[in-house]
């Protein structure tokens, strides 16, 4: 997982930051528009690993990337 948020200089976004997800688990082609969080991001982390999800992480939705 590569993400990154600059651009706060006009004419880029800095509300739209970039994340590219590469593995055998991930999704083709998935493109979202959604809002997501650090902690959107941490339970995805989470998940993947098997591990139990941390504060926040619990109660956001994961990045729909994963198979």
Known sequence: ????D????PPLNP???????LGP???TGVVSSGAYNHY????SIEAQLGLPLLAHARTQKPL????
């Open 1 to 4: 997982m590569i993400t990154w």
């Open 6 to 9: 600059e651009g706060a200089d």
């Open 15 to 21: 509300g739209n930051p970039l994340l590219v997800v």
């Open 25 to 27: 688990k991930v999704k």
């Open 40 to 43: 959107s991001l941490l339970h």
């Open 64 to 67: 729909p990337v994963f198979s």
